[in-house]
């Protein structure tokens, strides 16, 4: 599917009376709603329009008081919006409906996730590169439904399964019918897993989408994200990509797998005359991305709770390492043929937006292309208890994180000043939110003895 001619004749053949659109918000949340064929046929050509409030609040509808893209202020108008035809798939658990996301195309595409990793793949190819990308999902699953978990206060929640059992046959076998319809719904939906199992964890699994280019990669993880959540809560239970939902257990990664493609299609990471295969190209954009990561580190751990997940011991990086296989790491070179030399970018947690992190992941990467930049020397073993010298550390919290992505220049020379304005303010009003609540914690150390 490439042009609105032959999304159109999808819509037409598909026999819906309404077709269903989705605006991919700065948290990743899709905003979407049903709309009329006739509506959606005639937005194909013309576009769109949706309420810009959109851009304005955050993940639980709290409006924005800190930006001026959206808000009060502005009385929140419509907005142009562009229909994606290439974005269009059946969505099979709404009856096969036809849905499409879409993009800002008015002001507001200068915030807009999706547009604004647009522009750092036009920034790839104005320097001669495709971009191939797969995202990868740790998530965990519970037996329990959105009701029960409001009223249990998301307090003793029961997992899928109890107990650590990674890699498990036993439990993936247990639960074949739920693996065989994740299987099918990414398969019917255009977005095929390469691998899927029991992680480490009660009730935790991880999803390897295949690779494709950039934008359709980042799609496809936007859309697993969500319609993820929709297939557990058909069977009854509940699916969460939040970085960390217990001290006891590792967090979620949602760590991107990346590689360039020349201007005749060859795979430009791969030297086999170099160390590890790897090509100066390759070692010039891994050193972008360790030296931009602690400045981008908002765009890849976007909540408070990303900060929860970055610490020694619990497979997850704690300062911009690298290493080759390495999964210590916050950046793990993996060598192979020319088509799977690539690097993980294992830093970016399960609940970040997914255009966003692959903008920060690509356009660190093409940052350091542009500045000819060498990475440290690569950590042998565990990257715990490497020398900070090997990799700078990163800011401990969400505030420190907004700080560094608002003083950064490389950001806003990659990003545009008005996005980086804006998500740091998301990210400012995400930590203030933060800050004006009690914590079951503070309760239970605070409320007798103090």
């Not at 658990?93 to 849905?99: A, H, K, V, Y």
């Not at 795979?267 to 170099?274: E, K, L, V």
């Amino acid at each position: 599917m490439t042009t609105a001619e032959q999304a159109a004749e999808l819509v037409r053949a598909s026999g819906s009376t309404h077709v269903a659109v989705g605006y991919v918000d700065v948290d990743g949340v899709i905003r979407g709603k049903l709309l009329a064929r006739a509506k959606l046929l005639g937005a194909l050509d013309h576009g769109l329009n949706y309420c810009n409030v959109v851009v304005g609040w955050d993940s639980a509808d709290d409006v924005y008081d800190n930006v001026t893209a959206s808000g009060y202020h502005t009385g929140f108008p419509d907005t142009e919006v562009r229909v994606v035809p290439e974005s269009c798939r059946l969505l099979p658990l709404d009856g096969d409906r036809p849905f499409f996301l879409v993009e800002m195309s008015g002001p507001e595409a200068r915030v807009c996730p999706r547009a604004t990793l647009g522009r750092v793949i036009e920034r790839a190819r104005s320097l001669g590169f495709e971009v191939s990308a797969a995202f990868e999902y740790e998530l965990f699953l519970f037996d329990e439904t959105p009701r029960s978990v409001r009223e249990k206060g998301y307090r003793d929640l029961r997992p899928l399964a109890p107990g650590p059992f990674g890699y498990s046959v036993l439990r993936g076998s247990a639960s074949a019918e739920l693996y065989e319809a994740v299987l099918d719904l990414c398969e019917r939906m255009g977005m095929p897993l390469e691998g899927l199992h029991e992680e480490s964890g009660p009730g935790v699994m991880e999803a390897a989408i295949a690779v494709d280019d950039g934008m359709p990669a980042a799609d496809k993880a936007a859309l697993f994200k969500t319609f993820m959540k929709v297939l557990a809560q058909r069977c009854g239970a509940m699916a969460t990509f939040m970085s960390r939902w217990s001290t006891q257990w590792p967090g979620n990664g949602g760590h991107i797998h990346l590689s360039l493609r020349d201007s005749r299609g060859r795979h430009a990471f791969h030297d086999a005359g170099r160390p590890h295969a790897m090509s100066d190209l390759m070692r010039r954009f891994l050193a972008g991305q360790q030296a931009l990561m602690p400045e981008l580190l908002a765009m890849v751990a976007p909540t408070v709770n990303s900060y929860t997940r970055l610490v020694p011991g619990h497979w997850a990086p704690t300062s911009s390492s690298w290493g080759v296989e390495n999964r210590t790491c916050a950046l793990r070179a993996i060598p192979g043929s020319p088509a799977a030399q690539r690097i993980e970018y294992r830093i970016a947690g399960a609940d970040a937006n997914p255009y966003l992190a692959l903008a920060a992941a690509l356009g660190s990467g093409l940052w350091g292309i542009e500045r000819g930049l060498e990475p440290s020397e690569p950590v042998v073993g565990s990257a715990y208890e490497a020398p900070r010298a090997v990799g700078e550390p990163l800011p401990a919290t969400l505030w420190d994180a907004a700080q560094a992505l608002r003083g950064s220049p490389a950001a806003r020379d990659l990003f545009g000043e008005p996005f980086v304005d804006h998500f740091a303010a998301t990210r400012e009003w995400e930590e203030h939110a933060y800050r004006r609540a009690v914590t079951s914690w503070e309760l239970e150390r605070y409320f007798e003895i103090i």
